[in-house]
């Protein structure tokens, strides 16, 4: 039980450096992290249906922020 909350402490904490880093690049409004917002860019008309739920949705407004 130990070793799944370690992990799922270290996963939280890596979640939250990215976050940071997209922040960093697109900027605070164009990053998109209420599920309620999220939510629309999580399916498409596609077959494939992936698991879980997406963490944020990055908005980026050049290239140069993509590459980043």
Avoid at 22 to 50: H, K, M, N, Q, W
């Amino acid at each position: 039980e130990a070793r799944r909350r370690s992990a799922l402490l270290v996963a939280a904490l890596g979640a939250a450096a990215l976050l940071d880093e997209l922040r960093a690049i697109v900027g605070e409004p164009f990053l998109l992290t209420r599920p309620a917002d999220v939510a629309t860019y999580e399916t498409d008309a596609s077959i494939a249906r992936p698991r879980g739920d997406a963490l944020a949705v990055a908005l980026p407004a050049s290239t140069a922020e993509v590459a980043a």
